[in-house]
């Protein structure tokens, strides 16, 4: 039985038997005009989508804390720059759901216009080679290399997308700040700055003339250092401490030995040495008459002659001493074992009022008299607070003059090795004892020899010989 079927053209489609079909548009070639067209909205849609990709990774790769840094420190250029970007990074969720946004509209619409000038298989191998290599790799890899430029150069583009995407984005933006924070800013740590200190040093293989020495190395992280370092770790041990007693005179043989010693503060104790009593000051003394033989104890009432004790506990850190000393207080201290007990008390004969912990001004624990405080341990001045930051030893004068005369100590007890292992070997038995005797003040010396030759050695800069002259240590 044979179906007739009846098809009419109309606006949309054609209508067969009351069906409407849809005719498919046919493809554009070259020879139409529109092909042209779509060609060239695609190939926009492709650089846009690649400028919104390496504008995510250029402008979200710099932190607050880098842009804050070149803007202040760095480059005339760079200081341009980076006020130019500051404000557009300082919204950072706003700045990333614009330009996703727009990479995401670029994007999708690329196979709108793709697919009426070419077949499903040329619109998928072009579409992935182009948003591959001109929507991703190219425009990441020049913004990551010089995406401060960029970024500030295509700045009032940024602006003009935020606008045109501000209904969408400002929301999103606003909801990933209350779910991850608005502050991006990378903060380091100690550790860490130590680590990036020691990575722009000597020998980090950049030649970049601007890298730091190993002078300002050690310097940086011995300042870095400082807050942790207590005043245990730098004090000099209360046994190794020249100190006088009050009832001393100012005789010939007691300024003898203060100018052997060569300190210019000398703590002074009664009775104990762990009892300090007063501090000292040696230029102040530079009239007295040694033939007077005037007695300490009477210094000790004019206080033009000394500086109260200054008292500080063994846990107190470096960075805190520093600020004590600049006070113009005094430039050394008496380091005492911590008192907890002594806290305690403070805390709890102080619980009505808004006192300190310890119960008393930082005065008052500074001048404790000698009953009041805790063990002490040693002294600590301001020359090993210095010390403790510069990572070295400083020698002064007197210190040079000590190492020279244990060097020659030292070499005096290697002749007497040298002699006694002589006549040891005519009489054997006669000379055990004292080659033994000999030997053991020998190494004793030796060891105190290579601890100073090494200190001295560390501080000189040029190839002369430590004592001036290679004769002394011939």
Not at 358 to 365: F, R, T, W
Request: aromatic residues 6%; glycine residues 6%.
């Amino acid at each position: 039985m044979a179906m007739f079927i009846n098809c009419t053209e109309v606006l949309d489609g054609v209508l067969c038997n009351g069906t409407l079909y849809t005719v498919p548009e046919a493809r554009l070639t070259i020879h139409d005009k529109m092909f042209w067209v779509y060609l060239a909205i695609y190939v926009g849609l492709v650089l846009t989508a690649g400028l919104m990709s390496g504008l995510t990774m250029g402008l979200l790769s710099l932190d607050l804390m880098t842009l804050n840094i070149l803007k202040d420190g760095g480059t005339t250029r760079e200081q341009k720059y980076a006020r130019r970007i500051l404000p557009l990074v300082k919204r950072h969720h706003l700045l990333l759901v614009t330009l996703l946004l727009a990479n995401a509209a670029a994007v999708e619409a690329m196979p709108i216009f793709l697919d009426r000038i070419s077949d499903p298989i040329i619109a998928i191998s072009v579409s992935v080679s182009a948003v591959l290599i001109f929507g991703e790799v190219v425009p990441q890899a020049l913004c990551t290399r010089f995406g401060l430029a960029i970024g500030s150069t295509l700045a009032p583009v940024v602006y003009i997308l935020m606008g045109l995407f501000f209904i969408v984005s400002w929301p999103l933006s606003k909801l990933l700040d209350c779910v991850l924070g608005s502050n991006h800013g990378t903060f380091f740590r100690r550790a860490e700055l130590k680590v990036l200190v020691d990575l722009h040093g000597p020998g980090d293989g950049s030649g970049n003339e601007e890298h730091l020495t190993t002078d300002e190395v050690l310097m940086i992280k011995g300042a870095l250092d400082l807050k942790d370092k207590r005043a245990k770790d730098a004090m000099v041990n209360i046994d190794n401490v020249f100190m006088i007693s009050s009832d001393a005179c100012m005789d010939h043989n007691t300024m003898t030995q203060i100018l052997f010693h060569g300190h210019s503060r000398i703590p002074v104790y009664e009775e104990s040495r762990s009892q300090i009593k007063a501090v000292l000051l040696m230029k102040t003394l530079i009239k007295l008459d040694p033939e007077d033989a005037i007695p300490v104890s009477s210094l000790l009432l004019d206080p033009q002659y000394f500086r109260p004790v200054i008292f500080i506990d063994d846990v107190k850190p470096l960075h805190d001493l520093i600020n004590l000393f600049q006070t113009g207080k005094g430039h050394l201290a008496v380091v005492r074992k911590s008192y907890q007990g002594r806290q305690l008390r403070g805390l709890q004969d102080n619980t009505d009022d808004i006192t300190p912990l310890l119960g008393e001004s930082q005065d008052d624990l500074q001048h404790d008299s000698p009953q009041q405080i805790g063990e002490v341990m040693g002294i600590i001045t301001l020359e090993d607070v210095i010390e403790e930051l510069l990572q070295e030893e400083i020698i002064d004068e007197n210190d040079e003059r000590q190492i020279c005369q244990r060097i020659q100590l030292a070499k005096a007890m290697a002749t007497r090795k040298m002699s006694v292992l002589k006549r040891s070997l005519s009489q054997p038995e006669q000379s055990r004892g004292q080659v033994q005797a000999g030997q053991s003040l020998v190494g004793h010396s030796s060891e105190h020899l290579n601890v100073d030759v090494a200190i001295a050695t560390s501080q000189r800069s040029d190839d002369a010989p430590l004592l001036g002259s290679g004769e002394v240590l011939a």
